[in-house]
């Protein structure tokens, strides 16, 4: 399980192919209101999926569903810096 920021905001960080990123963010803008995608690390090829709560489930399950077409691994964030300006501030609200 990944920490949550104070937010109340489930966090869900994932390691992929770089050329599977731009995909991952195009599917969760179609599911709208369920995650927002930020990619944290572009060099490691990492991003996070910023999940309300109340959506955590229906994340999940499209991350089960998509598994079938690409590969990626579940990871515990890394350590910053990061690229993203979000997760810095969500990083020192924390």
């Known amino acids: 399980m990944t920490p949550r920021p104070r937010t ?3 966090t869900i960080y994932l ?12 599917l969760f ?6 995650a927002i995608v930020r ?11 910023l999940v ?3 959506f955590l489930r229906v994340a999940r399950a499209i991350l089960e569903d ?9 990871t515990p964030p890394p350590a910053l810096p990061v690229d993203d300006w ?6 020192a609200d924390g």
Not at 15 to 26: E, N, Q, S, T, Y
Not at 39 to 49: F, H, S
Not at 66 to 74: G, L
Request: charged content about 40%.
């Open 8 to 10: 109340g905001v489930e």
């Open 52 to 54: 309300a709560p109340d």
């Open 86 to 91: 979000l997760m810095r501030e969500l990083d």
């Open 29 to 34: 803008e179609a599911y709208e209101e369920v």
């Open 15 to 26: 390691r992929l192919d770089p050329g599977d990123i731009a995909f991952v963010k195009f």
């Open 66 to 74: 998509i598994r079938r077409t690409i590969r990626f691994d579940e």
């Open 39 to 49: 990619t944290v690390d572009r060099a490691a090829a990492v991003i996070v999926l």
